[in-house]
């Protein structure tokens, strides 16, 4: 197989101002996703444990020997 001579590529300062610019809004998003609060994160609706009493009248358990109030 016949290999081509390499080519030179040139770097003009249009190309390192275009890559600076898109580098920056890479950074500026990247920062802007850090600081954001996850979106799968669980929200906290009560804080503190819950008594027995209170898991068996959410889930519908009647454990024998408890009447509902």
């Known amino acids: 197989m016949?290999?081509?001579f390499p080519t030179s590529i040139e770097l003009k300062l249009d190309d390192v101002v275009e890559y600076e610019t898109m580098r920056k809004?890479?950074?500026a998003a990247r920062e802007q996703q850090k600081?954001?609060?996850p979106?799968?994160?669980p929200p906290c609706w009560q804080a503190g444990p819950k008594?027995?009493?209170?898991i068996h009248a959410r889930i519908g358990?009647?454990?024998?020997g408890y009447s509902p109030k």
């Open 2 to 4: 016949i290999r081509r």
């Open 51 to 54: 008594s027995k009493q209170e």
């Open 61 to 64: 358990y009647l454990p024998q």
């Open 35 to 37: 600081n954001s609060k």
């Open 25 to 27: 809004e890479q950074e």
């Open 39 to 41: 979106y799968n994160e």
